[in-house]
């Protein structure tokens, strides 16, 4: 069973999380929240991107106008199987909203059972909280007087009513939600606590799968990292004032210059991996390239480990071995460069060409990453475990729930049956 999802913000991360969903079976994109004035603009997006290029699915998506039964408007984006001929499987079906005010989102409208909020304005819980509130559509729905309350087995059920989602997932750190990497510390998730969680950044998803393995095999002491980051949408195309006031060389051209920044991925990496608090730091280096970034990892070992090779093929082994990091890490021994990484979907692709031994317990690593195709993978994979751990919650019934029924109450169902 599929789980439902909503994407609140159809930008870089947006697009590219429905996009990967098309490969999938396990998840379904069944609303899509945008600020276009033209919901047929959607599909142009969708077909020509500068980086991933023109998709597949060029002349398979449509955009379907329907009504309520109140007979107000619905648009539907559709996507058809590329290979379904003349009778147009239909692969995708999002209802489509074009709504500022996420308070105003009706996402039962959809039954989504998990929004992705890819804005990156609603990062704290509080503004997040805004995609769970039950809407007057919903609250009106559920409504009803004693009047209509069930006297007999033959009256007919009235249908449940419209609930609101059971989860947001932020895509971006956030300073007050938990955080989840997939492939290291989902297995934590909490389907009754976490209602609101942060999928963390595209930088710490490549970082901390690596950390996690090299502390399991070696330990790590200390380390500095630093991402050789792709530019991003919110840089200048010219120079311009930058929107924070301690960092003046964000405001300028991102095509023409190599930017140093700040990045709170080792920050945010000790959310995930509470030990690294204090023992990682991290920089930020913007270059002039659309996208796919890289992981310069110094790191000092707890224990020895005598060559390069030796480490790479540990890190290979210990992850082969566990289902969700063979999803996330993989490694390479060829000489790319980084366009060659772009559509690859894992979180972090070890360099062992280009990593290399200091001395001593002294390594340096470097990693690749896609940091739109990867991390929107990342939270289709964190949102399908959240539903599937929700679901596994609650068909356990709770023992003091368990009600023994008395012998005659037992003889009577057993006649009745």
Partial sequence: MTVRLGINGFGRIGRSAFRSSLERTDVDIVAINHTCDDAAYLIHALTYDTTHGTSKYAGCMDILDDADEQGRRKQYLVVYSPSSGAERTVLAKALLFSQRDATKLDWSAARVDIVLECTGKLKTKEAASAHLAPKPTTVAASTGSASTAVTSLSTPMPPPPPSPPRYVIISAPSSDARTFVYGVNHGDFDADADRIVSNASCTTNALAPLVHMLERLYGVDQGMMSTVHASTASQKVLDGFSSKRTDWRSGRCASANIIPTSTGAAKALSKVLPWTE??????????????????????????????????????????????????????????????????????????????????????????????????????LDLARHMDLKSKAAAAVVPVACQVALPPSAVSLTAAAI
């Fill in 278 to 379: 204090g023992r990682l730091h991290g920089i930020s280096i913007r270059v002039p390239v659309c996208n796919v970034s890289m992981i310069d990892l110094t790191v000092q070992l707890s224990r020895p480990c005598p060559s390069k090779e030796e480490m790479m093929r540990n890190l290979d082994r210990l992850a082969a071995s566990d289902p969700a990091l063979a999803t996330v890490f993989a490694s390479t021994d060829l000489a790319l460069v980084s366009s060659d990484f772009i559509g690859r979907q894992e979180s972090c692709i070890a360099d062992a060409d280009a990593s290399c031994r200091l001395g001593d317990n002294w390594y340096k690593i470097i990693a690749w990453y896609d940091n739109e195709t990867g991390y929107a993978t990342r939270l």
